[in-house]
């Protein structure tokens, strides 16, 4: 099997990072899953999104996703994996 690849190089933003409950039941199956919490954003770290001007500039506004502690507790519990957050060139 060949593998294309668009770009060069990874990019400077990468694209995707929630790696979804049921991939990490597949992740843990094969003993990935510590490893791919390890190297991802830690949760506490992962609580919403920020829009601003630039990095160090004005903040516009914030959607705060992952506040809900109790709900996050309760999404956990559904399954013997939870989604986590991990950019695609780490992963």
Known sequence: M???KK???TS???RG???S???MEILRTWGLEDAVRARGIPHD?????AFVR???GESIGELRTYANRERN???ETYGPSAKTSCPQDVL
């Open 73 to 75: 507790r309760l999404l």
């Open 7 to 9: 770009h060069p190089s």
């Open 2 to 4: 060949a593998c294309h």
């Open 17 to 19: 990072h929630v790696v």
């Open 54 to 56: 630039t990095v160090a």
């Open 21 to 23: 409950a049921r991939t």
């Open 12 to 14: 400077f933003h990468p």
């Open 45 to 49: 770290r992962n609580q919403g999104v």
